[in-house]
């Protein structure tokens, strides 16, 4: 293999692994900020609750709009999960959006990676 081929092919396989890495970091990224915010929203709701027992289903109705609705799954460990909200529902069109650039990202690096075996042979 020649000189050039081989800068080529070292250079591919960089950018596919570095594609590939970038792709799963912004997907551990993206749903560690979502548990954050979660997790804050948890704890605000849970202090409103504890000093205002009924403002439960002020709580509750106010969290529905904003999520539009989504109440699927409880768990009594807090309180947003009691309400029978998830992460995902605070996150927004973010996360689906991130799983998009994710999946681009995945699949330009695995394209780039197969080109390069293609190129070294």
Request: with cysteine; aromatic share 12%.
């Amino acid at each position: 293999m020649s000189g050039w081929k081989n800068s080529f092919v070292t250079l591919g396989f960089v950018l596919s692994v570095s594609l590939i890495a970038s792709a799963v970091s912004v997907l551990l990224v993206s749903r560690h900020y979502s548990r954050l915010s979660f997790d804050l929203i948890n704890i605000v709701c849970g202090e409103i609750a504890e000093q205002d027992p009924d403002a439960k289903k002020v709580i509750s109705a106010a969290l529905k709009e904003y999520t539009g609705g989504n109440a699927d799954g409880t768990a009594e460990e807090d309180i947003l999960s009691a309400l029978g909200y998830r992460i995902s529902d605070f996150s927004g069109s973010a996360y689906g959006q991130n799983i998009l650039y994710v999946l681009l990202g995945f699949l330009a690096g695995i394209l780039l990676f197969c080109l390069n075996f293609y190129v070294s042979k």
